[in-house]
């Protein structure tokens, strides 16, 4: 008898839809499995039939054919052992095969018949449902992330005994739980605010115009100013979460095993913080099989790369294709896997190796030093930055009233104000923020008077700016004048984009010339 059930595999970090074919016939007893299929998938094979037989079927002796379809796409992980178990059991009578047309089956075995959790259930239910199926049968542990997908009907199932006496029941209720249940997550809290900073008014601000146009920043400055302290608190400012936006970043933190059963939902802005000794691989995505790495992992949030000199000179550079296209491929012999990589990036360095310089006072590097440890930033990486501020030392003044500073509810309500504005005038564009705007976008929403353009002019032959260096402080007026609200970009705005990008030249200079 023939039998099929439906299935999802992972690629990358969104599901594709897999069809479990088993042939159970005539023959010398066998059993054989095709499809493109991974070391842990052929090895489905012993664990299916020892489940099987530990679970109280007893299969007669005869030859056993699956097959996994597309087989141009190559099967990874263990979640074709349950699917593949009741392909079996379906082609040799033993499950209504009716049960099987509405429903996606997940789940790995264990060698007792239980069922196992499995990563990328999100991306599983996800698939699922735009394959037209209504029910998605899947491990009990991962039935909270399966019910962030609405209008889903999620069955969570423990052993194989027991999922197989739901199917041969239909005209019994199973007793599934519906995505339109699911909980939201918690409300988005952070340990963390803007009032907590003392000083600083330069660094607040710039970090409040980064995030409302989504530019990349780099902070530098002496140890100890609040380069690191002001960084962390960038979410907090940063616009709550839409429900798709949510979905979206928890799919990648559901293949990366991440999510756990009391929190299924990622409910805040990702901020991740690598240390300057990661891997490339480990900052990109990879592996053998290729999983999202730390970019993808902060998509819809915050990289933040503390001591940026430190990191390994491949490591910072491979930052450069995913900052310009907003995704990373990485391509292995089996196939190219594509991760997203919508991030904003946040970086902090000293100015040299004891962080003092140009405070000659203070700072005792040599001429060489100060410029072979700012020439670890390279020029491609530095035009890819959008604003670089720098940080001075905070008064004691200032650190008296450290908690008189403006709140990060009052920031994020000019940000979301913003960032609508953005979202208005992008639409149908497909893109969101003034950072990803190309050169037709730059001249039709960055237009300027006769005053604002005389004032550029003088800008960009005084300062020797490039093409990119220009078309940047048109980006960044452009957000600045969004947060004032106003249509038209004003000299006040050209003249505080210019400010936001001075520190650029005033350290790289003479290494890289005028930018």
Known sequence: MYSKVHSVGIKGVEGVPILVEADVSDGLPGFSMVGYLSSEVKEAQDRVRTALRNSGFRLPARKVTINLSPADIRKEGTAFDLPIAVAILAASGMVEPASLRNCVISGELGLDGEIKPVRGALSITAAAKKDGKTQCFLPSENVREGLVIEGMEIIGVDHLKDLTEQLNCPERQIAGCHGKDREMGKKQTYDVDFSEIGGQFLLRRATEVAVAGMHNILYIGPAGTGKTMLAKRIPTIMPSLSMEEAVEISKIYSVCGLLSQEEPLVAKRPFRSPHHTISPTALAGGGRIPKPGEISLASGGVLFLDELPEFQRNTIELLRQPLEERKITVSRMFGAYEFPAEFMMAAAMNPCPCGFFP??????????????????????????????????AVTYEELQERRGGESSASIRKRVEKARKIQKKRFEGRGIYFNSTMNKALIEVSCGLGKEEQEFLRKVYENLGLSVRGYEKILKVSRTIADLEGSERIRKNHLAEAVGLRSMEGKYWGGIYGRS
């Open 359 to 392: 405070d000659r006072k203070r700072c005792r590097c040599s001429e060489l030093q100060v410029h072979k440890y700012l020439s670890r930033i390279s020029k491609p990486l530095l035009d890819r930055i959008d604003i670089c501020t720098e940080s001075g």
